[in-house]
T-cell receptor, first 112, second 111 residues
Framework: KQEVTQIPAALSVPEGENLVLNCSFT??????LQWFRQDPGKGLTSLLL?????REQTSGRLNASLDKSSGRSTLYIAASQPGDSATYLC???????????FGRGTSLIVHP | DGGITQSPKYLFRKEGQNVTLSCEQN?????MYWYRQDPGQGLRLIYY???????QKGDIAEGYSVSREKKESFPLTVTSAQKNPTAFYLC??????????FGNGTRLTVT
């Protein structure tokens, strides 16, 4: 069964810093990996989706990479802003029935 | 606009009552999911359905029930058998290879 772990659990940085959020998974037969953002009391918003055949995806200041052999994905946020403050979750789906399994998330605070 | 609608946003119930949470999508997705989120926890899968008239238990299905009579709708019933029902419930839909879409959630409080 796929298990997903995210570190750190919480992160507080000053505005303007580049930062990296980590996601590790146990089953390398991953179908795809998705990064989400969750604001307090809200649902999840999809940020980036990386298919198993891809190594990375980029959207604006966000870049996500996938390394199946090491069981890791990273989300890189460039030039962080206070508006980036939220919880970031990753989810990996294993082939077959493809059921997304979520990590517990990284709570990010970017202070001015 | 395509999306997922969950209702109501907040729900209050007395212990011992069954309650049904609504989830509707107009994204034409075959697969739909129900997750539960507790403070400090990740999302835990309750039930999922990959096609109309079929659904499967997730990791924490005890005390919950679902139906999938229409492609667009996947309601979740929290029964009185669920020992700790107070939580934030999230519905999602998606197809293999495409991003997972979420509703805005229903916060259920049982007293």
């Amino acid at each position: 069964k796929q298990e997903v772990t995210q570190i750190p659990a919480a992160l507080s940085v000053p505005e303007g810093e580049n930062l990296v959020l980590n996601c590790s998974f146990t089953d390398s037969a991953i179908y795809n990996l998705q990064w989400f953002r969750q604001d307090p009391g809200k649902g999840l918003t999809s940020l980036l989706l990386i298919q198993s055949s891809q190594r990375e995806q980029t959207s604006g200041r966000l870049n996500a990479s996938l390394d199946k052999s090491s069981g890791r994905s990273t989300l890189y946020i460039a030039a962080s802003q206070p508006g980036d403050s939220a919880t970031y979750l990753c989810a990996g789906g294993t082939g077959g029935s493809y059921i997304p399994t979520f990590g517990r998330g990284t709570s990010l605070i970017v202070h001015p | 606009d395509g999306g997922i609608t969950q209702s109501p946003k907040y729900l209050f119930r007395k212990e011992g009552q069954n309650v049904t949470l609504s989830c509707e999508q107009n994204l034409n997705h075959d697969a739909m999911y129900w997750y539960r989120q507790d403070p400090g926890q990740g999302l835990r899968l309750i039930y999922y359905s990959q096609i109309v008239n079929d659904f499967q238990k997730g990791d924490i299905a005890e005390g919950y029930s679902v139906s999938r009579e229409k492609k667009e709708s996947f309601p979740l019933t929290v029964t009185s058998a669920q020992k700790n029902p107070t939580a934030f419930y999230l519905c999602a839909s998606g197809d293999r290879g495409s991003p997972l879409h979420f509703g805005n959630g229903t916060r259920l409080t049982v007293t």
